[in-house]
C-alpha cells in the first residue's frame, strides 16, 4: 500500500520562498500531483508532473511554483517563490489512480486516489 508524506510547510512572509516535499513509500514517484485546501474553500489542483516529466499549472501559481521530482530519494517537491497570502492553505501531494506514459498530467480531484495527509503553508503579508 503506497503512502505519501509531505513536509516543508512553514509560515513566511509574502514574496518568500518555500519547498514542500512529498515522499512516496511503497511505490515509485509518479504522476503526483500538488493540491491545496484553504480555510472554508474546496480543494484545488496546483501542479501535477507525468512519467514523462510534463508539468501542469495551476494560473494562479504559474511562474511562481515549480514542481519536480527525484526519483532516486522517491520525491517529489514543490517550489513556491514569490509566495502571497492568498497561497496559505494546507498542501497535499497525491498519486494518481491512472498512470501510463501517456497519461497527461492533471489537476482534477478526482483523478487521485491517493493522498498525504497535508502540510500547512501560512503567508502573512
Known amino acids: 500500500q503506497v503512502q505519501l508524506a509531505e513536509s516543508g510547510g512553514d509560515s513566511v512572509q509574502a514574496g518568500g520562498s518555500l519547498r514542500l516535499s512529498c515522499t512516496a513509500s511503497?511505490?515509485?514517484?509518479?504522476?503526483l500531483g500538488w493540491f491545496r485546501q484553504a480555510a472554508e474553500k474546496e480543494r484545488e489542483g496546483v501542479a501535477a508532473?507525468?512519467?514523462?516529466?510534463?508539468?501542469l499549472y495551476a494560473d494562479a501559481v504559474k511562474g511562481r511554483f515549480t514542481i519536480s521530482q527525484d526519483s532516486s530519494k522517491n520525491q517529489v517537491y514543490l517550489q513556491m517563490d514569490s509566495l502571497k497570502p492568498d497561497d496559505t492553505a494546507i498542501y497535499y501531494c497525491?498519486?494518481?489512480?491512472?498512470?501510463?506514459?501517456?497519461?497527461?498530467?492533471?489537476?482534477?480531484?478526482?483523478?487521485?486516489?491517493?493522498w498525504g495527509q497535508g502540510t500547512q503553508v501560512t503567508v502573512s503579508s
Open positions: 511503497g511505490d515509485t514517484v509518479n504522476c
Open positions: 497525491a498519486k494518481a489512480a491512472r498512470c501510463t506514459w501517456f497519461t497527461a498530467p492533471q489537476l482534477v480531484r478526482d483523478d487521485y486516489n491517493i
Open positions: 508532473i507525468n512519467l514523462r516529466g510534463d508539468t
